[in-house]
Nanobody, 126 residues
Framework: QVQLVESGGGLVQTGDSLRLSCAASGRTFSTYAMGWFRQAPGKEREFVAGITGGGGSTYYADSVKGRFTISRDNAKNTVALQMNSLKPEDTAVYYC???????????????????WGQGTQVTVSP
């Protein structure tokens, strides 16, 4: 079992930056791949970024590539999403998620993640 708690959301303006954090419980955090997903009103939950258990590989949605960076600190059981050059279309509830193992394309599918945080709202004003 993994429990996840996100923090760091808020209201910002276009072009601003935000850093989301996700704290995980458990002793085997490094064995879990982590993902960030988001869901805007009326839309399906979509993949934003993913990182393998050891942190050696990262993956991004095309819409955020070059602006967002995912990272993890396995000693602290945390994963972060640094979001720069934010746009109004980035407005959504952001969720972190965990799954045992996994790499590559499998990190992009929300249905493959059994553990989810409660979400944190990010709002980007024009």
């Amino acid at each position: 079992q993994v429990q996840l708690v996100e923090s760091g959301g808020g209201l910002v303006q276009t072009g601003d930056s935000l850093r989301l954090s996700c704290a995980a419980s458990g002793r085997t955090f490094s064995t879990y791949a982590m993902g960030w997903f988001r869901q805007a009103p009326g839309k399906e939950r979509e993949f934003v970024a993913g990182i393998t258990g050891g942190g050696g590989s990262t993956y991004y949605a095309d819409s955020v590539k070059g602006r967002f960076t995912i990272s993890r600190d396995n000693a602290k059981n945390t994963v972060a999403l640094q979001m720069n050059s934010l746009k109004p279309e980035d407005t959504a509830v952001y969720y972190c998620a965990a799954r045992s193992g996994g790499t590559g394309w499998s990190l992009r599918h929300p249905s493959l993640y059994p553990y989810w945080g409660q979400g944190t709202q990010v709002t980007v004003s024009p």
